[in-house]
């Protein structure tokens, strides 16, 4: 890789993440709401999994099933998943998004869709446009 490139990665991942991250922090304050960062991508990863085994939750987020187990009882606790019994196997424990669980995800995405926007509106159209595609442009190699 030349130096150019190399640069320029460099300084794309570290504008990248910071601003992940401050968008991330943005939403979780105007949420302002009990759960932890954790506890919100566990619920995220719920719906995306669509009702998962603990022990498949526990391989995605890269932790021990006791860990998982914790996360989850408190999450069940809130009010925000419940537990279920696999119909044909009563030993495989589902984790599903409740109501609450369901309505406190749409809000974080409309918060976070509107911090989005507000950032995005700062670039003149040509540069939006341009910021669009390379992303879509990026998005497609991988």
Do not use: N, W
Request: aromatic share 8%; no cysteine; net charge neutral.
């Amino acid at each position: 890789m030349d130096e150019l490139l190399l640069s320029y990665t460099d300084r794309f991942r570290t504008s990248f993440e910071l601003t992940h991250r401050k968008i991330g922090q943005a939403v979780f304050t105007e949420l302002a709401t009990d759960l932890t960062m954790p506890q919100f991508f566990m619920l995220y990863m719920i719906r995306k999994e669509v009702s998962p085994k603990q022990s498949h939750l526990a391989d995605k987020m890269g932790v021990k099933p006791s860990a998982i187990t914790v996360m989850i009882d408190r999450l069940v606790q809130s009010k925000h998943v419940i537990r279920k019994h696999h119909d044909t196997d009563r030993r495989i424990v589902l984790v599903e998004l409740t109501e609450h669980g369901k309505e406190v995800l749409k809000q974080a995405e409309e918060v976070h869709k509107q911090f989005m926007a507000k950032g995005l509106s700062q670039l003149p159209p040509d540069e939006l446009r341009i910021l669009v595609e390379s992303f879509e442009k990026l998005a497609s190699y991988y």
